[in-house]
Structure formats: C-alpha cells, structure tokens
C-alpha cells in the first residue's frame, strides 16, 4: 500500500471525536426514549453508527479526484433522485422527503449533501484565475439552488437551506469580492419578504412563534417554551441520565431527533454541554486542519465545505432549542437519532479523511 494510502496516516483522533459525541447521543438517545415506543432507537443508532464508520472508510477508499471526475453523472443521479421523491416518496406529516429502497427509508436530500460537496469543490478548483467572478458566481448559484429548491419543495426548507453554506464557504475561500457580499446581502435582504408567500402555513406559523411564542403557547409556540424550561432545568450539573422531568415526562417533543440537544442540557447541565460543544469544536478544527494540509485545492474546498455544512447544522439546531433561531427540524450531526442523516455525516468525514491520507501525493 502506497504510504499516503498507510492506515496510520489516517485522521484517527477525527474518527475518536466523532465517536465519542455518536457514543453521547446514542446514551441520550437511551435516556429520551425510555419506556416509551421509541425506546428501541439507541441500538438502532448504534447500527447506524457502525454502518456510518463502514461508509466513511469507503469515501475514505475511493479517491476524491475520481469522484469529482463523476460530478456531471452524480449531479443528474441526486436531482433525478429527488424528483422521485416528489413523485412517490413516502408522504408523512404532509412532507415527501423519504424514499423506501430495499424495504428501509432514505432521505434522499441528506445523501445530495456530498453532491453539492463535490460540485463546487470541482467547479471552483477549475477556475482559471483568482478569485469569483459574477459569471462562475450566478453559474455555480444555480446549480446549487435547484436542488435546494426541490428539497424545500417536499417541503423541507432546513435541509435546503444546509446547501447553501457549503456554497457560501466556497466563494469565500476562494476569493469573492466584498462589492459581491454586499450587493448579495441587499438582494437577500430585498427578496426575503417575498419569500413569506411561499411557505407553508406551518413553517409561517414557525416564524411567527419564533419571534414571540407566548402567543400560541400550547401550538407552535409549544415546542420552543418546553425545549427553553428543559434547557434551563438542567442548572450547572444536570439531573442525571433518565432523571430529566420535561424529558421523561413527555413535554419536551421529540428528544431524541431535533430536540436531543434539549434533552441532553436537562440531564447533563452546563457543564454537560459545554462538553459537547467543546468536542463538536474539536472536530471542526480538525477538519479546518486537513482543509489546510490539503494537497490540492479540490481537497481543500471538499474539507472546508464540510467544516461549513456541519457548523450550520450546530449552529440551527443549538440555537433552536434555546429560542434564538427558529424551529426548522435541522438535526444535530452525529446525536440525533436517524439513518440517512448519520450516514451523511460518516460519509462527509470519509471525504474529509480521503483529503488526509492523499496529502502525501501531491
């Protein structure tokens, strides 16, 4: 085996970081669900942890040049993917965003998330000269855009919206004028009102408890005010694993998917989450790290896309449950419990690890 293909120059102590926070929300998870009907999801997501590790060494395997050569191929694959969702997915709440192959459920837009990935890695490593011009910026924004707008059409505007960082860090790093920034941020700003027209009335109604939620307290407003008393329940040390009163009691909805984060601040406290979000850091930081001992720019925007993606993740799902962002059922990477989206996240930090072990052949 070549020496950048050696095991030992894998990123282990990436691989240790993201198991240790998988190994706290599988306990959360125990703990959320206990004596309830969902209290088998612990070892299902200990499944899912194992198959997301086997996952990760096969993107860590298959060289990422070669996966950025199929970009055309798998760019049409994930948009005819997510068209056949809207067709004949699985219809749940209202929402079409889980497709049955085999007899188990995927969430197709949370596979379509190494796709963006890989697209504007390849797309801004091929430029020709420094920095973004408007053209590759309006060209790469649509790619990206119209399989952000079919997710959101199932509807399911968090996971859309995830999409959009991974471009945003793109540009960034490689170069977007601030006139750009800035004339973006005013469109943005001008053209969000008329966004409201196109959501559903739940996802309005989302945004207008966000801003007050006393005003449907035992309605939309319901979710955000239990997640905040769990949050605030939990004090410096927690009440202790099984022990949390909005948690085990039921208050507190979903505490193991979206709002595990929650649930985790009642039994664990200050302390607890302050060390999760210190370990959630340090696989950030490792990731930025392989970004900087990439050996291409390809590779580096592939590790800084996925520093984005998930730090976009964190940030909505943290700051849902304490009420400063609003509810959009984002999941917290590597806690929540759910396949595609542990798959996804295992598959991100194969690319990340794929970057790592090619550092040596460049």
Avoid at 126 to 147: A, F, M, N, Q, T
Avoid at 295 to 324: E, K, Q, T
Wanted: hydrophobic residues 55%; contains cysteine; proline residues 4%.
């Amino acid at each position: 085996m070549a020496r950048y293909r050696s095991f030992r120059d894998a990123d282990w102590s990436l691989l240790a970081t993201a198991l240790i926070i998988s190994a706290l929300g599988v306990l959360q998870i125990y703990s959320a669900t206990y004596g309830t009907k969902f209290q088998d999801a612990w070892w299902k997501q200990i499944l899912w942890v194992v198959l997301g590790v086997g996952l990760l060494w096969v993107f860590t395997s298959i060289d990422y040049h070669t996966l950025l050569a199929q970009i055309p191929v798998l760019y049409t694959l994930g948009l005819t993917a997510l068209v056949a969702v809207l067709v004949m997915g699985r219809l749940v709440f209202g929402s079409r965003r889980w497709i049955k192959i085999f007899g188990v459920n995927f969430q197709i837009s949370e596979f379509v998330k190494l796709v963006i990935i890989l697209l504007v890695a390849r797309y801004l490593s091929e430029l020709k000269r420094d920095g973004v011009g408007l053209r590759d910026l309006l060209k790469l924004g649509v790619l990206v855009i119209i399989p952000a707008a079919l997710v959101m059409y199932q509807p399911d505007l968090g996971t859309g919206l995830t999409y959009l960082p991974v471009l945003a860090a793109g540009v960034l790093v490689a170069g977007l004028p601030w006139r750009y920034v800035a004339v973006i941020a005013l469109a943005g700003a001008l053209v969000l009102p008329a966004g409201w027209f196109f959501l559903k009335d739940y996802q309005k109604a989302r945004l207008v408890t966000f801003l007050d939620p006393s005003r449907d307290p035992r309605g939309a407003g319901y979710q955000v005010i239990q997640s905040k008393i769990a949050v605030g329940d939990g004090g410096m040390w927690g009440r202790g694993v099984t022990r949390g009163t909005q948690t085990q009691l039921r208050f507190l909805p979903v505490p193991h998917t979206d709002f595990i984060f929650s649930a985790f601040a009642e039994e664990h406290g200050f302390v607890g989450v302050v060390v999760v979000l210190g370990l959630y850091f340090l696989l950030l930081m490792q990731i930025v790290q392989n970004a900087q001992m990439a050996p291409d720019r390809a590779g580096m925007y592939i590790c800084m896309g996925v520093a984005a993606l998930l730090l976009f993740h964190l940030l909505v799902n943290a700051g849902m449950v304490v009420g400063i962002m609003p509810v959009t059922g984002i999941p917290l990477p590597l806690m929540s419990s759910g396949g595609s989206n542990t798959f996804s996240v295992f598959m991100m930090l194969g690319l990340v690890n794929n970057v790592r072990l090619r550092r040596f052949s460049a």
